[in-house]
């Protein structure tokens, strides 16, 4: 049990004047090129509906953001509250999360030196480079947090292994109360804590009293989120767009780890793409990072002493299960993010193999991977099906054409177009509790009125076609936004039922998003 304990005591120092891979100075490069990514053109690209969202939420009073009903407990979004409070504006949700994204690539830093001094550097250069915690990191959300108190709970469920201190206990009781305030699922970073823990308790009777006080302490410090959590869980359960859970989607998890979903097909295009058509887009992908990926894992495998296997494998293996079992009896949506921060465990694997193996292959495959890992950075800015949908520029658009007026399919898309307009309905919520208040429909005298969406094979458009009526008068030359055509409109009805009615003809394309011109009644 002090395998953990003994690695992370010893210290190598780099000879003087030379750049180590195992030295200070490697971490920081690792560090600095970390930030790079994360901050240079943070704001290029529009913000996503989901950030709009947050945006709204932190614009509520503190004590209405702690029982919001938004779907997430209230520690990031008190934090962003605070900052836009101090008149740092809507950006910085994007900076705070890029800054986290910065310390998280130093905290594999001292997670990979307690395996091995050496692996610091490596490790680090690992997690700056992944893109999908490059893509969260230039997100407003709350995923940045939720990483980096993962990976701190990893450092922390190690030190509770290796000393049992009040210290480290205390530490541990820290990182798993602030995780549970940010994400609910950060409740399966700690199940997978709590099995690593145990295996390693031993039958010291003292051991096993400060377990059970530490987890008392834990668990009266959590109760406050059971008032947090109701409100929050009646949003999650009126959700109708959760994917269901299988072998595909697990797998194209995994295989977004090490992408972060801009390689393969696109996470719009698995809404219509169907399953042959997304494996054939993501086998050659499988194939370029699956391999060398294997193979390294083999080499980790092999230079890891069984108790680090436990320390890596536990932490990375559970979460999956549970999340797979949670989402198949539940129905809870499988999402990648909600295992992004297995990336950590997972480079720290990946890089004790290649760090203790041999031979020339280890060095092709890293280089494999870190090539797929800078096509993936690039096409996600570059390839308009990677990037988000192009809120700003529809609103451009739409703005330079004041005479014509604009609808939009699907409706809740028409919230971030709305915020590029500098429409304050965009961020405003209903006065009314519970979770409809995140569902509602602007009011229809909004400068782009949201249709609703059409039900799952219902061919009755009556409801938009009353909406449309009353944003439209016949005759009238007007505006059509579609986006997200896989939530509105799945089979194309309403869309087809509109080109036939108006003549509508495409006028501009943006990042997801297509705007028609048509005339009513034409």
């Given at each position: ?172 009781i820290v990182v798993a109360v602030l995780g549970m305030y940010t994400h609910y699922m950060f409740s ?25 006080l530490g987890h008392c302490v834990l668990a009266v410090l959590l109760i406050p989120l059971v008032y ?138 890293v280089g494999l991977l870190v090539l797929s890992s800078v096509i993936a950075m690039v096409t996600r ?142």
């Amino acid at each position: 049990m002090g395998k953990g304990r003994n690695t992370g005591a010893r210290v190598t120092t780099a000879r003087a004047g030379r750049f180590e891979l195992n030295s200070g100075t490697a971490v920081a490069a690792a560090v600095v090129f970390g930030a790079l990514v994360r901050l240079v053109d943070i704001g290029a690209q529009s913000y996503s509906m989901d950030e709009i969202w947050e945006f709204t939420v932190i614009r509520l009073p503190a004590r209405e953001i702690v029982k919001a009903g938004d779907g997430f407990p209230p520690l990031f979004h008190l934090m962003i509250h605070g900052m836009f409070a101090g008149g740092l504006g809507d950006i910085s949700a994007r900076v705070l999360s890029a800054i986290l994204g910065i310390v998280t690539v130093w905290l594999a830093s001292r997670l990979g030196r307690r395996i091995d001094p050496k692996l610091g550097a490596a490790a680090a250069f690992a997690v700056a480079v992944a893109p999908l915690l490059v893509l969260l990191s230039k997100e407003g959300r709350a995923y940045g947090l939720f990483i980096l108190l993962a990976g701190l709970l990893l450092l922390a469920t190690w030190d509770v292994i290796d000393t049992n201190t009040p210290r480290a206990w205390s530490g541990f009781i820290v990182v798993a109360v602030l995780g549970m305030y940010t994400h609910y699922m950060f409740s399966l970073a700690l199940v997978a804590a709590e099995i690593v823990i145990i295996y390693n308790m031993g039958r010291d009777p003292a051991r096993w009293r400060r377990w059970l006080l530490g987890h008392c302490v834990l668990a009266v410090l959590l109760i406050p989120l059971v008032y947090v959590a109701i409100p929050d869980f009646g949003l999650d359960a009126s959700n109708d767009y959760s994917p269901t859970v299988g072998i595909l989607e697990i797998g194209y998890a995994g295989l977004s780890l090490f992408t972060g979903t801009t390689l393969g097909p696109s996470t719009r295009a698995l809404h219509t793409a169907g399953s042959i058509a997304a494996i054939r887009s993501a086998l050659p992908w499988v194939i370029m990072i699956g391999v060398p990926a294997l193979y390294l894992a083999y080499l980790g495998w092999r230079a890891l002493p069984t108790d680090w296997r436990i320390r890596l494998g536990v932490p990375f293996v559970v979460p999956v299960v549970l999340l797979s079992t949670i989402s198949a009896l539940v129905g809870t949506a499988f999402r990648v993010r909600y295992l992004s921060w297995l990336v950590i465990p997972l480079a720290l694997w990946l890089a004790a193999g290649w760090l203790r193996g041999k031979g020339t292959l280890r060095h092709i495959a890293v280089g494999l991977l870190v090539l797929s890992s800078v096509i993936a950075m690039v096409t996600r800015d570059t390839i308009d099906d990677y990037r988000v949908e192009d809120a700003r520029g529809a609103a451009h658009y739409i703005a330079d054409h004041p005479d014509l007026p604009a609808v939009g399919m699907a409706w809740y898309m028409t919230r971030p177009i709305e915020y590029y307009l500098g429409l304050t309905s965009a961020t405003a919520l209903p006065a009314t509790d519970g979770p409809d208040r995140f569902l509602y429909h602007q009011e229809p005298d909004d400068r782009i009125v949201p249709l609703p969406n059409l039900e799952d094979e219902s061919h009755d458009v009556t409801a938009q076609d009353e909406v449309l009526d009353a944003a439209v008068p016949l005759g009238q030359e007007y505006l059509f936004v579609v986006t997200r055509q896989f939530h509105a409109d799945p089979d194309g009805t309403y869309f087809d039922h509109r080109v036939a009615e108006d003549g509508l003809v495409p006028v501009a394309h943006f990042a997801g998003i297509t705007i028609y011109k048509g005339v009513r009644g034409s």
